[in-house]
C-alpha cells in the first residue's frame, strides 16, 4: 500500500494554485493527485474527467455540490479547502489526510474484531451527522472513501456528495455510487436523502467485520440486484453488531435509523465508549476512536507509517541544456618531460590568447609519492590555494584555468591563469613543481617549469 503513486504522462503539472506532485487514486468523477500550495500546503486535488465537464449541467450540479460541501466541517471529514468548477478542467482541492484507506486495511490485514468495528462505527456516525446538517448527502460512502488516521476514521470525496434535493441519476442516466454499498433507492431512481448514507454505513460495518459486502461480489448488475430484492448475508456477524446492520440495511429508508439514533446506541449517554460488547467476547476491549489503540493492531502499525511517510519534492524547474551537461573532467597534466599536451595554433607576435585547458596539477595526491622529500606532508594545491586567497580562490582554482600566450615562455615553460574576479594577496606558494602567485590585478597566475 504505498502513498503515492509517481505522475504519468499526461498528468497536469498544475491545477489551480497547487503544484501537481503525486498521483493519490482514481474514481469515477475523475483522478485524485497530490498537491502542494505555494506555501506548502498538502491537498488532494480532484480532477474532473473531461467527458464530464464538458456537460453543461453536471458543471452546474457541481458548483452546487461544492458550494454545500464547503459548509461540511467536522472532526471525522476531509472538507473542500478549495474549487474551481468553471476550470479547464473542474477540480476541488480537500484536506490531505496521510491515512489508509478502509478498502486496503480490511485487504491487506482482514477483518476487525466488534470493537474496532463498533469504535469505527461512532466516528463514521458523527462524520453523517456533520455532513447531513450541512444539507449534503454523501451517497458514495464506501470503505474506499474511508481514510483512517490514528485519530479516527475521515470520510472524504465530497467532490460526487450532492445537496439533499439532488436527483440520483445524473443528465447522462449514469447512476452516482458503488455496487454493493449504494441504497436500493438509488438504484431505482427514488429520492435519495440522508437514509442513503445509513444503509452504505451498514454495508460498510458489515465489510469491515467479515472482510466481504454484504451482498456478497460479482457484477455490479447481479450486486444491485440483490441489494434491491434480496436480504443481506450477515451471518458472520456478531449478535450486537448484527442487530445494528440489519437496521440500517432496511430495503424501505424509513425503516432504518437516523444517524444520531445510531450514535446513541453506538456509545453510551456521556457519548465517550461504545456499547460494551456482549459476555460471549470477553476478551474484547471498548474503545474510541480519540483513544489509542482503537485500531488493530497491525492497521495502526500501517498508518503509522503512513503518516511518516515523507511526500515528493516538487519537480524542479526544467534545466537549460547547457545547464544540464555534466561538468567538464580534468585529466592530470602531463609530468616533465613526457610528451606535451596539444595545443592551439601558435599566437601572432603581441598576442595573448587565452585557452580552455585543464587546471594545473588537479588531480596531484593529497599524500605526496615515498621518497618524495622536496614537498612537505600534505601539501596540496587545494591548501596552496586556501593560503593564497582564501577559500573563494581554492573552491574556484580546480575549474576555468587558461592557458596563456606563449610568445615569451621559456622552454619546457607552461603557464595558466585563473581570474578570480578580485584581488590575491600572498607569497608565492609552490606545490607539485607548480607555482602559484597571487596578484592585485584580479588573476591568479601558476607556472610549472619543464626541462626544456
Excluded at 440489519?246 to 437516523?258: F, I, M, Y
Excluded at 446506541?265 to 460471549?280: C, E, I, W
Excluded at 613543481?433 to 626544456?452: C, E, M, W
Aim: net charge positive; proline share 13%.
Amino acid at each position: 500500500m504505498e502513498p503515492f503513486e509517481a505522475l504519468e504522462a499526461g498528468d497536469p503539472e498544475q491545477v489551480g494554485r497547487y503544484r501537481i506532485v503525486a498521483r493519490l487514486g482514481a474514481g469515477g468523477m475523475g483522478r485524485v493527485y497530490l498537491g502542494r500550495s505555494p506555501g506548502g500546503r498538502l491537498v488532494a486535488v480532484k480532477v474532473v474527467r473531461p467527458e464530464l465537464a464538458e456537460d453543461a449541467g453536471f458543471r452546474r450540479r457541481f458548483a452546487r455540490e461544492v458550494a454545500a460541501a464547503r459548509r461540511v466541517n467536522g472532526a471525522f471529514t476531509a472538507g473542500v479547502v478549495d474549487a474551481d468548477p468553471d476550470g479547464s478542467p473542474a477540480w476541488l482541492a480537500t484536506v490531505y489526510v496521510p491515512g489508509v484507506p478502509l478498502g486496503d486495511a480490511v485487504a491487506a490485514h482482514g477483518p476487525w474484531p466488534q470493537a474496532a468495528v463498533f469504535a469505527l462505527g461512532a466516528g463514521l456516525a458523527e462524520a453523517l451527522e456533520v455532513i447531513h446538517a450541512a444539507g449534503v448527502v454523501h451517497r458514495d460512502l464506501k470503505p474506499s472513501n474511508i481514510l483512517l488516521a490514528a485519530d479516527g476514521p475521515r470520510v472524504i470525496d465530497f467532490g460526487i456528495s450532492v445537496a439533499g434535493e439532488a436527483s440520483a441519476l445524473t443528465s447522462t442516466g449514469t447512476v452516482v455510487g458503488t455496487p454493493g454499498f449504494m441504497s436500493p433507492e438509488q438504484l431505482t431512481g427514488k429520492p435519495v436523502g440522508p437514509a442513503s448514507d445509513v444503509f452504505a454505513l451498514g454495508a460498510v460495518l458489515a465489510f469491515t467485520a467479515t472482510g466481504a459486502g454484504p451482498f456478497g461480489t460479482g457484477s455490479a448488475h447481479a450486486l444491485s440486484f440483490r441489494v434491491v430484492y434480496e436480504e443481506p448475508d450477515l451471518h458472520q456477524l456478531p449478535p450486537d453488531l448484527r442487530t445494528l446492520v440489519v437496521r440500517c440495511l432496511a430495503k424501505e429508508p424509513g425503516r432504518r435509523p437516523t444517524v444520531t439514533t445510531l450514535l446513541h446506541q453506538l456509545a453510551d449517554t456521556s457519548g465517550d465508549r461504545p456499547t460494551v460488547p456482549p459476555a460471549s467476547t470477553p476478551t474484547a476491549s471498548t474503545r474510541t476512536v480519540t483513544e489509542p489503540g482503537w485500531l488493530p493492531e497491525p492497521v495502526a502499525a500501517t498508518v503509522h507509517s503512513r503518516t511518516l511517510a515523507a511526500p515528493p519534492p516538487p519537480a524542479p524547474p526544467t534545466a537549460s541544456p547547457e545547464a544540464s551537461q555534466p561538468p567538464p573532467t580534468e585529466p592530470v597534466p602531463a609530468e616533465p618531460g613526457a610528451a606535451p599536451p596539444e595545443r592551439p595554433a601558435p599566437a601572432r607576435p603581441g598576442e595573448q590568447r587565452d585557452v580552455d585547458l585543464p587546471p594545473p596539477a588537479a588531480r596531484l595526491p593529497s599524500r605526496p609519492p615515498p621518497n618524495a622529500g622536496a614537498r612537505p606532508a600534505g601539501i596540496t594545491r587545494r591548501r596552496t590555494l586556501l593560503g593564497l586567497g582564501g577559500t573563494t580562490a581554492a573552491g574556484l582554482g580546480f575549474v576555468g584555468w587558461k592557458i596563456r600566450g606563449r610568445g615569451s615562455a621559456a622552454p619546457g615553460e607552461q603557464r595558466w591563469l585563473f581570474r578570480t574576479g578580485g584581488a590575491v594577496g600572498s607569497s608565492p606558494a609552490v606545490a607539485g613543481g607548480v607555482v602559484f602567485v597571487g596578484s592585485q590585478d584580479g588573476n591568479l597566475y601558476a607556472r610549472r617549469f619543464g626541462r626544456g
